[in-house]
C-alpha cells in the first residue's frame, strides 16, 4: 500500500540514555529524554510498521500499537538489539548510549571515606558500528550528538560505523538536542549531498527523516 510503506517491516528503535550503576544507589547517565527515539517510533507506526522500541526512558509513555523493550544499561540495550536485528528492515540508533560504564557494579552502597574516589570505566563496546559490521539487508541510521566540527565528526561517523545514514544534531542549538521537545538537524549519506532539516517539532523532525530513509531505500 502506498500510505503503508513499511507494512510488514520490522522498525527497532533504541531511545533515551543509558544508565551504568555504580553502585545499588548511584549510576552514571546522560541528559537524553528518549523524546526523539519515541518519536521516531510513532512514525514508523504511522508509516504500517512492526515497530519494536528497545527504550532506555522510563518516564515515556509506550506508544499505542508500538511494542516495548525495556533496558537499562548499554549491555542490556546491546544485546536486545542483536536479538531483533536479523528480521529487521531498519535500525535507529537514537539512544544516548553511554560510551563507559564502571568496571565494577557493587553490591553494597559505598561508604564516604577518603577525601578522594577514583572510579575506574572501561569502554562499553559500540552498538552502531558491531551492527554496521554485520549488516545485510538492514538499513542502518545513526544520530551523531555533537558540539563542535558536526559535518567531519557526523561524516567520520557515517564511514567508521558503516550506517547507511547519520541524522547529525549540533546540540550545542538551543532548539536541538538532549530533553527539547524541537530538533534541528543534518542528514549524512553515502554518495548523497547533505540535508539540512530546520528547526521543527520532533515528531516532524522524525517524520522527515523516516521519508528521507524511505528514498534512499527503494533507489
Ligand atoms: O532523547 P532526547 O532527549 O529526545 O534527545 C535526542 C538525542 C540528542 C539523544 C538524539 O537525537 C541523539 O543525538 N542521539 C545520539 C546520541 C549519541 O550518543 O550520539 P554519539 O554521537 O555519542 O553516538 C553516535 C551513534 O553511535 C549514535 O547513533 C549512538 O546511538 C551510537 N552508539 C554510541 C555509543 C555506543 N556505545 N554504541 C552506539 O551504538
Do not use: W
Request: charged share 25%; with cysteine.
Amino acid at each position: 500500500e502506498p500510505n503503508l510503506p513499511l507494512k510488514n517491516k520490522k522498525v527497532v528503535i533504541t531511545a533515551g540514555g543509558t544508565k551504568e550503576r555504580i553502585d545499588p544507589v548511584r549510576y552514571i547517565t546522560n541528559d537524553s529524554s528518549g523524546k526523539m527515539g519515541y518519536s521516531l517510533a510513532i512514525a514508523a507506526r504511522n508509516l504500517g510498521a512492526d515497530v519494536c522500541l528497545i527504550s532506555a526512558s522510563k518516564t515515556l509513555q509506550t506508544p499505542y500499537g508500538v511494542s516495548l523493550i525495556p533496558v537499562e544499561t548499554a549491555q542490556q540495550m546491546h544485546h536486545a538489539v542483536d536479538v531483533e536485528f536479523d528480521t529487521a528492515s531498519i535500525v535507529i540508533m537514537s539512544a544516548a548510549v553511554s560510551d563507559y560504564r564502571p568496571e565494577q557494579v557493587l553490591n553494597e552502597k559505598i561508604k564516604k571515606n577518603e577525601q578522594e574516589m577514583i572510579l575506574k570505566l572501561v569502554k562499553n563496546k559500540d552498538i552502531l558500528a558491531t551492527l554496521g559490521s554485520q549488516k545485510k539487508h538492514q538499513f542502518l541510521i545513526g544520530f551523531a550528538a555533537e558540539t563542535t566540527n558536526v559535518e567531519e565528526y557526523a561524516k567520520g561517523k557515517l564511514v567508521k560505523k558503516k550506517a547507511d545514514m547519520i541524522v547529525a544534531n549540533d546540540v550545542s542549538k538551543p532548539h536541538a538536542g538532549f530533553n527539547k521537545d524541537t530538533n534541528e538537524v543534518t542528514i549524512f549519506m553515502v554518495d548523497e549531498e547533505p540535508v539540512e532539516l530546520s528547526v521543527n517539532s520532533k515528531q516532524a523532525i522524525a517524520e522527515e527523516i523516516l521519508a528521507i530513509a524511505l528514498t534512499k531505500m527503494t533507489k
